[in-house]
């Protein structure tokens, strides 16, 4: 007799294998004509008859099976977040798994260093600073949740940068490691935080951690996955992927900057890491600790209402006073000859020299790549619109391309205009490759440094950009936002927001929640070292209530204005959202399917609100046209009712109207 398995793919599929398997064990299984990872998710005893009519588990590989706890977290996620259970489980294991046979993973683990479990093994390279009272305090709160039974409500801990954060976190975590518990530590992008990784290795031994993050070689992160999964890795610093890191002995979760916009997933089952992480918390029955200077405003709201407990970091370490924010009323600024030049204030630039003469750092954001945004004939009506697109193409002036930033297409710059002939196009706007191009003009002295997604593409190019700045060999770092996180910059201490206002007037009801925090943690750039920091904002509505809250640096004045929009409009934290997106080759395909879903949706859940399908802001994009429609509740549990019944009937739609390429289910999406 044998004992069929049943393995996790997309939905879950059986198969069968001579002897019992326990749930979680990792397999390779035959899937067509391939052979795929798959995980055992159940298991059942078949007639012989039944179990010859599936195919044989091929082999097993040799691994720890994951835990109940892994399977518990990818069994909610994939409800939640509407996917195939084996979909979800098996995107959040590491590619290299999906490629490994049993003998190449034996190999690999024979290699594999043996870390020692025992707490202090590596020895502690760093000496703790003593910490103050309200960190003391901050400490304690995490430490009473590892007691059995305490209660374990989620933590808020609020801090502007400098406030001490990352070190309640580092002693928080030596908590967990001396009960010989994993840490999980999750951060929004890698690349941009290398110093928290140096201060984790430093306090613990680089030893201890590993990383988790895309950018990390397949063969690597599979290394750093199994020394997680094995329970030799104590420590796992990573990106939103992390979250689903299998960590059999998990102790503590810590999100840092837990409001980032990369925390939620823009593609595949778009989840949210830091709410998986308080859900993993939960189940796991952990601390899970959230730090943010301005936190989202769902963290914010479950902090008033008492569901999260708060715990306030006042004041920087030290004492060191917050920068200075001063705002430049642009609408006062002598116009410049025509619409191609933006203003920019003379004081700016004046402030900007001051700071190069005292050997200090100015760091300008800008938050628009390129050259201008748009080239125009100075004759006709032509614009350099893109023909696959409903866009502008971006003026590149390096490699004199018209680039475009939604669908990719580059031409090089026509040398006249393609309508009308003329010679005269002319950049209307300025990116920051123009920036960096007038600071040269106006301060000839100054050394700039420009730093977007352009300039940092080849790999080790954003380190070696980064370690010019911290050795003072520039004067000026013109950048995107890219330039605002977590980078410990000693040196600067004048940062300015030149074209802050796009973001005031988006369409995002996130928006001005995400500009709050820019530049907020923007100024937590200016003066980290000693004070004096100023920072300057441009901006046409120097009245707007966002800028005199960050004038305060009141962001709970800020919070509490937005809640009351949000409370007013019926939207996130006081309403529950999911988005139905669609993609067709025809204007209306997508609009028409998606018409058709909101019509069933109101017959199967009429007590939710089911909008009309509207184009996306960029409707059209390399030819494809995209629609949404939106779903909203005032409640959680009815929404994913709704969504529950309604998906299989969405699926069905969708093979009857042929012109849709793609559509996606997006719930709690990051903006509409
Ligand atoms: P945040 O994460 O909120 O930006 P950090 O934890 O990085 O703040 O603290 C800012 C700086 O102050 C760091 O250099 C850190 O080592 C130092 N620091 C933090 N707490 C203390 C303390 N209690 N005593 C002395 N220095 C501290
Ligand atoms: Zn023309
Ligand atoms: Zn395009």
């Not at 005893?45 to 399977?71: C, F, I, T």
């Not at 960190?135 to 406030?163: D, H, I, K, N, Y």
């Not at 300039?455 to 605002?484: C, F, K, N, Y």
Request: charged share 20%; net charge positive.
């Amino acid at each position: 007799m044998s004992l069929p398995q049943h393995a996790g793919l997309d939905t879950a599929l059986d198969y069968r294998y001579g002897e019992a398997l326990s749930p979680g064990q990792l397999v390779r299984v035959p899937l067509g004509r391939r052979e795929v990872l798959g995980v055992v998710w159940a298991s059942e005893l078949l007639s012989e008859e039944e179990a010859q009519a599936l195919k044989p588990v091929q082999a097993l590989l040799p691994l720890p099976a994951l835990d109940a706890g892994w399977r518990r977290l990818v069994a909610f996620a994939a409800g939640y977040y509407q996917r195939g259970l084996g979909e979800f489980a098996l995107q959040a294991l590491p590619v290299g798994l999906h490629q490994a046979t049993p003998a190449a993973l034996q190999r690999r683990q024979r290699a594999m260093p043996q870390v020692a479990h025992s707490v202090g093994a590596a020895g502690l390279a760093s000496e703790p600073p003593m910490l103050n009272e309200a960190q003391l305090a901050a400490v304690a709160a995490v430490c009473a949740q590892f007691e059995p039974g305490a209660a374990r409500p989620p933590l808020l801990l609020w801090g502007v940068t400098g406030s001490g954060k990352t070190e309640v976190y580092l002693h928080a975590a030596a908590e967990a490691l001396a009960r010989g518990l994993q840490v999980l530590v999750l951060v929004p992008e890698i690349n941009l935080t290398p110093q928290l990784e140096a201060r984790f290795a430093a306090r613990f031994g680089a030893e201890r951690l590993v990383t988790l993050h895309s950018a990390l070689t397949p063969a690597r992160r599979l290394r750093h996955w199994l020394a997680a999964h094995r329970g030799e890795a104590q420590l796992v610093l990573g990106t939103r992927l992390a979250v689903m890191a299998s960590l059999p002995r998990l102790g503590l979760i810590v999100v840092d900057e837990e409001h980032d916009a990369s925390f939620k997933a823009q593609d595949g089952a778009r989840h949210s890491a830091r709410d998986l992480a308080v859900l993993r918390a939960a189940q796991a029955e952990v601390p899970v600790l959230l730090g943010s200077a301005t936190p989202s405003l769902e963290t914010w709201q479950h902090s008033l209402s008492g569901r999260y407990h708060r715990l306030d970091l006042p004041q920087r370490v030290n004492a060191a006073p917050l920068p200075a924010i001063r705002l430049l009323d642009t609408t006062r600024l002598p116009r410049s000859k025509g619409v191609a030049q933006p203003p920019m204030a003379q004081a700016l630039i004046d402030a900007m020299e001051q700071r190069r003469l005292r050997g200090e750092q100015s760091l300008l954001l800008l938050n628009r790549r390129g050259y201008a945004p748009v080239l125009q004939c100075g004759a006709c009506a032509w614009k350099s619109d893109c023909p696959h697109c409903s866009a502008w193409r971006v003026f590149h002036k390096g490699d004199r391309t018209l680039r475009c930033h939604h669908c990719g297409f580059t031409e090089p710059v026509p040398k006249r205009c393609p309508d009308c002939g003329n010679t005269d196009i002319l950049p209307v706007g300025r990116g920051t490759e123009r920036l960096a191009e007038q600071i040269g003009e106006w301060l000839p002295q100054a050394r700039v440094l420009r730093l977007d997604a352009d300039t940092t593409r080849a790999v080790g190019s954003l380190e070696a950009q980064l370690a010019q700045v911290h050795a003072g060999e520039v004067d000026v770092v013109v950048g995107t936002q890219m330039i605002a996180k977590g980078h410990d910059f000693r040196r600067v201490s004048l940062v300015a927001a030149l074209n802050p206002d796009t973001m005031l007037f988006s369409s995002d009801f996130r928006a001005p929640e995400r500009l709050f925090a820019l530049l907020l943690q923007a100024a937590g750039r200016a003066g980290r070292a000693g004070g004096g920091g100023e920072v300057w904002i441009q901006t046409g509505q120097p009245q707007h209530p966002l800028f005199q809250a960050l004038l305060r640096s009141d962001y709970a004045g800020f919070a509490s204005q937005q809640l009351e929009e949000r409370q007013a409009a019926g939207l996130p934290p006081f309403a529950h959202l999911a988005l139905l997106r669609a993609d067709s080759r025809e204007q209306l395909q997508a609009r028409d399917f998606l018409a058709a879903c909101a019509e069933l949706g109101q017959q199967l859940a009429p007590e939710l609100s089911w909008y009309p399908p509207v184009p996306h802001p960029v409707a059209r994009v390399a030819n494809q046209w995209r629609w949404q429609m939106l779903v909203e509740s005032p409640h959680r549990p009815p929404l994913q009712r709704a969504l529950q019944a309604w998906m299989p009937e969405v699926l069905q739609l969708a093979r009857q109207h042929r012109g849709v390429l793609r559509w996606a289910i997006d719930v709690d999406p990051s903006g509409i």
